[in-house]
């Protein structure tokens, strides 16, 4: 018996926004065809991994000059997956995953805004960890923007633009205290970002 195309198109978007950097190293593909460097709050980031895990499934991550992966500070990830599935489906898929996390780590927090005009997303969390050193400590504050797009050879899906700001031990509670001020400001940026147009190279 065929297996549900819905089905497989829900595991598919579980794959979305997952990062992929701890995977081995190699040369990144440009599969979205997205021209660099992406400029978001003044940084340009620049494209620094790549993979095509899924026949529909397309991931690419973006760091600025001086930053690597997997202690990275600020990073553009994005990701396309062709299907026929609606950004609610995907977004309820990632706050699944979000509120599976929070069970074992208290530090997980999310708010989700759409834009009802558009119809689309966004899902502002804050992740973190609390180590035995304080100096391994972790504090990540991911913008996730889910947007249903076309491919310029006409293909449907959703495409996933997120930006993501890690601090680490001493740098942490500055911050959040930062954050409770200027919280808005990154949100708004990614909302009124223009999304890339996706030329799919397999």
Known sequence: MPANPIFISLLTLQMLSNPGYSQTPKSAVNYLG???PISVQKNAYLLSWSAHPEASLYKQEYL???????KYKSMVGIDFVVTESSVDQAVATKLLELDN???TNPIV?????????????????????????ERDNLVERDVFRFKVVKTKSGQ??????????????????????KLK??????VKEVARLSMPEIHLKN
């Open 34 to 36: 997205i021209q660099a």
């Open 64 to 70: 600025m000059a001086g930053d690597d992966f997997p």
């Open 156 to 177: 449907r899906g959703i495409l996933l633009f997120m930006v993501s700001n890690r601090k680490y031990g001493a740098e942490i509670t500055p911050f959040l205290t």
């Open 101 to 103: 996390l929070k069970r």
């Open 181 to 186: 001020v200027d919280k808005q400001l990154l």
């Open 109 to 133: 927090n999310y708010e989700v805004i759409k834009n009802p005009v558009t119809g689309e997303k966004i899902i502002d969390c804050l992740i973190g960890n609390n180590a035995a050193n």
